[in-house]
């Protein structure tokens, strides 16, 4: 009975002290068992789940909510369809811009749906911030000051792409709901069109990661400016193809619009790649590096120090305490050394 509290006691400072080892102040190598790694694991995932769960309950209440003088979520999403000309679109309830639903449930669903997609938007400062202090304790100081911009310009790549995509829908909703002329008018449900909305912003926002992708294989080596260089044209008719295929909506606009901003997106990765090339070609120049084969040595940076001579070593002297060896080499009289 005296026992068990101590035990329990000191396993609450065990853990503790495994919880305080997560931190660079205390753990600057970031060495951890595996049972370390399992905890740590459930330790970020659940702060990540649960900023995700905050983040989408306000995200479901802004849905018709406008904080601040801000539009609300709904009214935001909707903007690009409410722009389309009336006679194009069926006029619901009051003459309102509203979607149309089938089901008991399809307005909670959606609105669920739409929460969700705006709470991992909000949250991701949270849930990428888990991501990357579970990562960085296995990366040098040079790897992740390297991630953290790597980090940074995805984020905002992402973003811009996705503000490109909610300009670009209005105009492509207008080129295919047009086709209907004043015969068809077309009445779209909200689970549709919320579905090509967010389509549409994904796409986009990931389609913009191409620059990171193409400097990041040239800073490994594997995409040299000379093979950018010669595959340019090549990879500019492949940009349209995506382009034609991956735009949800297949209008010429979206598509178009997709196919020009990669276009320009990969020239920018393709000078920069250009100027890192330079650079390494300049730095081997300087240290003599340059027209080396693979199976060359490379040369030093500084001359080596000269190795002294070795000073030669006496005999060293017989110890005192130590039996003679001559005595013991003797052979013995009396043996077989006597027989002849």
Request: aromatic share 12%; proline share 7%.
């Amino acid at each position: 009975m005296g026992s068990n509290p101590l035990r329990r006691d000191g396993s609450s400072r065990r853990e503790k002290g495994r919880k305080r080892r997560w931190g660079r102040r205390h753990n600057p190598d970031g060495t951890m068992t595996l049972v370390e790694h399992l905890y740590e694991l459930r330790y970020r995932l659940t702060v990540a789940f649960a900023a995700l769960a905050l983040a989408s309950l306000v995200g479901f209440w802004w849905f018709e909510n406008g904080p601040l003088g801000i539009p609300s979520l709904g009214k935001l999403l909707t903007d690009p369809y409410c722009s389309v000309p009336e006679p194009t679109r069926v006029q619901l309830g009051q003459g309102g811009c509203q979607l149309l639903g089938t089901a008991p449930l399809d307005a909670f669903m959606l609105r669920l749906k739409v929460a969700m997609s705006a709470g991992a938007v909000l949250s991701s400062p949270f849930w990428l911030y888990q991501l990357w202090s579970f990562i960085t304790p296995g990366l040098y100081a040079k790897e992740r000051k390297f991630a953290l911009s790597f980090v940074g310009f995805a984020t905002a790549l992402f973003a811009a792409g996705a503000v490109l995509a909610y300009f670009v829908v209005a105009q492509g909703l207008l080129f295919l709901l047009g086709f209907g002329g004043q015969t068809v008018a077309i009445a779209l449900t909200g689970d549709k069109y919320f579905g090509f909305m967010l389509g549409m912003l994904v796409v986009f926002g990931v389609s913009f990661e191409l620059p990171l992708l193409v400097i990041m294989l040239n800073r490994l080596g594997v995409l040299t400016y000379d093979k950018l260089k010669r595959w340019r044209r090549g990879l500019i008719f492949g940009l349209f193809v995506f382009a034609a295929v991956a735009t949800p909506g297949q209008d010429p606009f979206s598509m178009l619009a997709l196919a020009l901003a990669l276009t320009a997106l990969f020239e920018l990765s393709v000078q920069v790649a250009r100027l890192h090339d330079r650079r390494k070609a300049r730095q081997r120049l300087a240290e003599g590096w340059d027209g080396l084969s693979d199976d060359e040595a490379s040369p030093l940076q500084h001359e080596p120090e000269p190795i002294p001579e070795p000073e030669p070593v006496g005999n060293p002297e017989p110890s005192r305490t130590s039996p003679p060896q001559a005595k013991a080499a003797e052979p013995r009289r009396g043996g077989y050394d006597d027989v002849t």
